[in-house]
């Protein structure tokens, strides 16, 4: 494991602790968000308390099975980013980076597809799934008649990553489709959902994520189920055959709970035959590419890179 932007670590661990510090003053959240709070919360930004910027560049039109999605569209397309959106498979809208995925789409001469796909409690799994799913076969069909381009990328943040390698999952088992997405990208996602150890061991400290908040989620996403019910392939990502997948770039802080899915996930791609690129980004806790930080500018950066010159 490489460990990178070691020369940030002050700066990164600085934010962190003030974030912590700034959470503490805060009441903690319901362990099951009403109705309002729920629909306070989707219309923020992650990880802050104002609505997003809504950019007029993107577009909100529905595709297959009435599936949602915001495109943007530059002048040139080199390729086609499906991005699923972070959030705990309960918050965040595709119109939630608006000003990222634009300038992703303009410097990586990308049409980005981000899916608005259902979200838990009120629609749990497998309906965020099966959203994904159904917009991934839509470009699979429909991408070089609508962006010129049969080039195929996908990734997300967080629960985005888990969907993304979900929905490629899914592609391979259930409609036999292999190597039409070229490339993934995926940013600190969960691929255990019975907890790998840094999961359970990190506690309660007030981050953007911890041992508490996850278990809160997953029964907010899959209401019910066991951890060994939550152990199915179809649920956690980990357990599965993951060969036939393509390359993929892994990325995840040292200060996230989520570190070990990471790692894991990784090294079991890399043993199925795709080439594997690790990032683990010192003293970054889970999210950091939502803050203004040094290292969030280095990782849009090479996750520009890495999406502009994947699968040509």
């Not at 999952?169 to 259930?174: N, P």
């Not at 508490?212 to 989620?217: A, H, P, S």
Request: aromatic share 8%.
């Amino acid at each position: 494991m490489t460990i990178t932007d070691e020369d940030c670590l002050a700066e990164t661990l600085a934010f962190s602790k003030e974030f912590e510090a700034t959470a503490e003053s805060r009441p903690a959240r319901e362990e099951t968000p009403d109705a309002t709070a729920l629909a306070t919360l989707r219309r923020n930004r992650l990880g802050g308390d104002t609505p997003p910027v809504r950019l007029p560049q993107g577009d909100d039109r529905v595709i297959a099975d009435g599936v949602r999605v915001r495109t943007f569209v530059p002048d040139h397309v080199d390729g086609v980013y499906l991005h699923i959106h972070g959030g705990g498979w309960a918050f965040g809208p595709a119109d939630g980076q608006d000003e990222r995925l634009w300038r992703l789409a303009e410097q990586a001469r990308l049409a980005v597809v981000s899916v608005e796909y259902r979200l838990a409690p009120e629609h749990p799994f497998p309906a965020g799934p099966d959203d994904c799913e159904a917009a991934a076969r839509w470009l699979v069909d429909h991408a070089a008649a609508e962006f010129g381009t049969e080039r195929l990328l996908i990734g997300g943040e967080s629960a985005g990553a888990h969907l993304s390698v979900v929905t490629l999952l899914r592609l391979r088992d259930r409609h036999g489709i292999t190597g039409a997405f070229r490339a993934a990208h995926l940013l600190f996602g969960p691929y255990d959902l019975s907890m790998t150890p840094s999961q359970r061991s990190f506690g309660g400290k007030r981050l953007l994520s911890n041992t508490v908040t996850l278990r809160r989620t997953y029964e907010l996403f899959t209401p019910g189920m066991s951890a060994e019910q939550r152990r199915d392939p179809e649920v956690s990502p980990l357990f599965a055959d993951l060969a036939g997948l393509p390359p993929a770039r892994i990325v995840v802080g040292t200060e996230d709970p989520l570190l070990d899915d990471s790692l894991f996930l990784a090294a079991r791609w890399q043993a199925a035959g795709a080439p594997v690129r690790l990032g683990v980004v010192a003293g970054a806790m889970h999210g950091f590419t939502l803050f203004p930080l040094t290292v969030t500018e280095r990782e849009l950066r090479r996750e520009r890179d890495f999406l502009s010159t994947a699968g040509r």
